[in-house]
Nanobody, 115 residues
Framework: QVQLVESGGGLVQPGGSLSLSCAAS????????MAWYRQVPGATRARVAV???????DYADSVKGRFAISMDSAKNTVYLQMNSLRSEDTGVYYC?????????WGQGSQVTVSS
C-alpha cells in the first residue's frame, strides 16, 4: 500500500517563504506525476503546481514566478517552495501523486499567511 506523508507548512507573514515536502512510500512501481493542491473553506481543491516524471512543470497563474515545484525521483519526494507569500495563499495544501495508476493524497498541511 502506498502512502504520502507531508511535512512543512505553518504560519508566515506576507512576503515570507515556506516550503512543503511530500514523500511517497510503499510499493511504488510507477510514479507518473506529483502535484500540490490548495483547499480553502467552501471551495473545491485547486491545483497549484504539478510536475511529471519527465520533470515538466505547470503552475496556477496565481503562483507563477513565486512558487517552485521540484521532485527527487530517487526518493519519490516532491517539494514546493513558496516565496513572496500572500494572504490569498492561505489554505490547506494537499500533496497528490499518480502512483501505479492510482490517485494518492497526502494528509494535508496548513499554510497560513497573516501579519
Amino acid at each position: 500500500q502506498v502512502q504520502l506523508v507531508e511535512s512543512g507548512g505553518g504560519l508566515v507573514q506576507p512576503g515570507g517563504s515556506l516550503s512543503l515536502s511530500c514523500a511517497a512510500s510503499g510499493s511504488i512501481l510507477r510514479l507518473y506525476r506529483m502535484a500540490w493542491y490548495r483547499q480553502v473553506p467552501g471551495a473545491t481543491r485547486a491545483r497549484v503546481a504539478v510536475i511529471t516524471s519527465a520533470n515538466r512543470t505547470d503552475y496556477a497563474d496565481s503562483v507563477k514566478g513565486r512558487f517552485a515545484i521540484s521532485m527527487d525521483s530517487a526518493k519519490n519526494t516532491v517539494y514546493l517552495q513558496m516565496n513572496s507569500l500572500r494572504s490569498e495563499d492561505t489554505g490547506v495544501y494537499y500533496c497528490y501523486a499518480l502512483l501505479n495508476g492510482d490517485d494518492c493524497w497526502g494528509q494535508g498541511s496548513q499554510v497560513t499567511v497573516s501579519s
